[in-house]
């Protein structure tokens, strides 16, 4: 018989273990103990979480049964034993869930009539019935499904990453996944950034100016709120609007820009900049826009041309941007139709979305546009406790859940004056322009 004290205390000291490693070093106590326990209780509990979840099919099966027949004279009951068709909930096939760096995941193959949005829409549930934090879901290939679950938010807190060494490529934070958050102008030219105040809108920009003032680009900036947010960062700018008087000029510089790369590639018969030799290609413009619907607004009628202005060379630049190197990243408090037809197209034109915490339904309607509805339920719950945190949907069509990383005004300044000297000068840019729109 063993001495209950000792057990005790070596139950005890066990215990303790388990607590220190678990906090002092998650990843391995997760991968040799917290992982194998949960994927045994995720397995074994797959049935009952189907069923309660609405995945399950009732299928004809042939069964064996016993049903008790007549009283024979004997007094026993007679069992009667006989094949029978009847009804069975199956289960859709679950493979062996695999540990992730915040979670696990799990494949499953789909029972016939299903689509991946069946298992979107029991997500919360899923979620729910195995106490993790969030499960995703997303489809490799038809007939299969993955679940992708999370134990608690990883966007709590982000962990910094080195910036990316490509062109026009930024990592501006991390995406629910754990994987980098990248913004890359050549493979989604232009951005809508949305959200409410105090959302996290400009500390993105401020990462945008960190990771691009190194590289060989111009930056433009479009500030409608009278310059307050980007005149500190004046010396990476090569040009910045402050008023809207100001902004039509420098959008027409844009469009006339535009033009003029255009007779260049046609000379050259390249079919954008990038096919043109490196010492004719001219540098790539990134335009950052703040309150964009400061550009929209009308207070009166007499400012109805300006606005018209404004609304056309900027939905120009757009369209056609792309292939001439002029890149947009457009950020407001609300992007919607009620702005004016001009917002609606040039927010067509805009391929890279992204919604941070929004006051109303609508903007993040409007902003994700016609993504899956769990992307706008996902927005929709953004905590503002937590800045920075946005639902991003960009080139592969699907949508992710992400945190910029914290760039502080002073960070983004300090990287602006350190690259002052790579500003290209606006007068030489637009130096070739014909004198008309140059004016
Ligand atoms: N990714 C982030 N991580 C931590 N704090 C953030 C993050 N993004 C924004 N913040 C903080 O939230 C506040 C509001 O951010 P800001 O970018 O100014 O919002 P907006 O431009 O949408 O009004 C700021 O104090 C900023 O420091
Ligand atoms: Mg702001």
């Given at each position: 018989m063993p001495d209950p004290l000792l057990l005790l205390t070596v139950l005890a000291a066990v215990a303790a273990g388990l607590w220190a490693w678990r906090?002092?070093?998650?990843?391995?106590?997760?991968?040799?103990?917290?992982?194998?326990?949960?994927?045994?209780?995720?397995?074994?509990?797959?049935?009952?979480?189907?069923?309660?979840?609405?995945?399950?099919?009732?299928?004809?099966?042939?069964?064996?049964?016993?049903?008790?027949?007549?009283?024979?004279?004997?007094?026993?009951?007679?069992?009667?034993?006989?094949?029978?068709?009847?009804a069975v909930d199956t289960k859709p096939f679950m493979w062996l869930p695999l540990p992730t760096r915040y979670g696990w995941r799990v494949t499953l193959w789909t029972l016939e009539g299903q689509i991946p949005g069946d298992y979107?829409?029991?997500?919360?549930?899923?979620?729910?019935?195995?106490?993790?934090?969030?499960?995703?879901?997303?489809s490799p290939r038809p007939g299969r499904v993955v679940l992708m679950a999370t134990m608690r938010d990883p966007l709590v807190k982000v962990d910094y990453l080195p910036p990316s060494p490509d062109l026009l490529k930024v990592t501006v934070g991390r995406l629910e996944t754990g994987k980098p958050w990248v913004v890359d102008f050549r493979i989604v030219p232009h951005w809508v950034n949305a959200g409410a105040t105090q959302s996290g809108k400009s500390n993105l920009a401020n990462a945008l100016i960190v990771g691009l003032s190194p590289q060989?680009?111009?930056?433009?900036?479009?500030?409608?709120?009278?310059?307050?947010?980007?005149?500190?960062?004046?010396?990476?700018?090569?040009?910045?609007?402050?008023?809207?008087?100001?902004?039509?000029?420098?959008?027409?510089?844009?469009?006339?820009?535009?033009?003029?790369?255009?007779?260049?590639?046609?000379?050259a018969q390249a079919?954008?900049?990038?096919?043109?030799?490196?010492?004719?290609?001219?540098?790539?413009?990134?335009?950052?826009?703040?309150?964009?619907?400061?550009?929209?607004?009308?207070?009166?009628?007499?400012?109805?041309?300006?606005?018209?202005?404004a609304s056309t060379a900027l939905l120009r630049v757009a369209q056609l941007g792309r292939?001439?190197?002029?890149?947009?990243?457009?950020?407001?408090?609300?992007?919607?139709?009620?702005?004016?037809?001009?917002?609606?197209?040039?927010?067509?034109?805009?391929?890279?979305?992204?919604?941070?915490?929004?006051n109303d339904p609508e903007t993040a309607n409007m902003t994700l546009g016609d993504l899956d509805p769990a992307a706008l339920v996902s927005a929709r719950a953004i905590a503002a406790e937590t800045p920075g945190v946005?639902?991003?949907?960009?080139?592969?069509?699907?949508w992710y859940r992400a945190r910029s990383f914290h760039v502080s005004e002073q960070t983004a300044e300090h990287a602006a004056r350190t690259h002052a000297h790579l500003a290209p000068r606006w007068d030489e840019i637009t130096a070739h322009l014909p004198q008309a729109v140059n004016a």
């Open positions: 906090r002092y070093h998650y990843p391995s106590f997760w991968l040799a103990v917290g992982f194998p326990l949960m994927a045994l209780s995720v397995r074994a509990s797959w049935r009952r979480v189907a069923l309660g979840c609405g995945l399950t099919k009732k299928r004809q099966r042939w069964w064996f049964t016993l049903t008790p027949g007549a009283v024979a004279s004997t007094g026993l009951v007679k069992v009667r034993r006989r094949f029978q068709r009847v979107a829409d029991a997500a919360e549930r899923l979620a729910h019935s195995w106490g993790v934090h969030a499960v995703r879901v997303s060989p680009v111009a930056l433009v900036g479009f500030d409608l709120k009278g310059g307050v947010e980007f005149t500190p960062y004046a010396p990476r700018l090569s040009a910045l609007a402050t008023s809207r008087a100001e902004s039509v000029t420098l959008l027409d510089d844009l469009v006339g820009l535009m033009v003029d790369r255009m007779g260049l590639c046609r000379q079919r954008n900049i990038w096919q043109l030799p490196p010492a004719l290609r001219p540098v790539p413009i990134v335009v950052l826009v703040d309150e964009l619907a400061e550009l929209y607004l009308m207070a009166d009628k007499s400012e109805k041309d300006e606005i018209a202005r292939a001439f190197g002029i890149y947009l990243f457009c950020c407001g408090q609300r992007i919607g139709s009620d702005l004016g037809p001009g917002v609606t197209a040039l927010r067509a034109q805009c391929s890279g979305r992204i919604c941070h915490r929004v946005a639902i991003v949907a960009s080139q592969d069509g699907q």
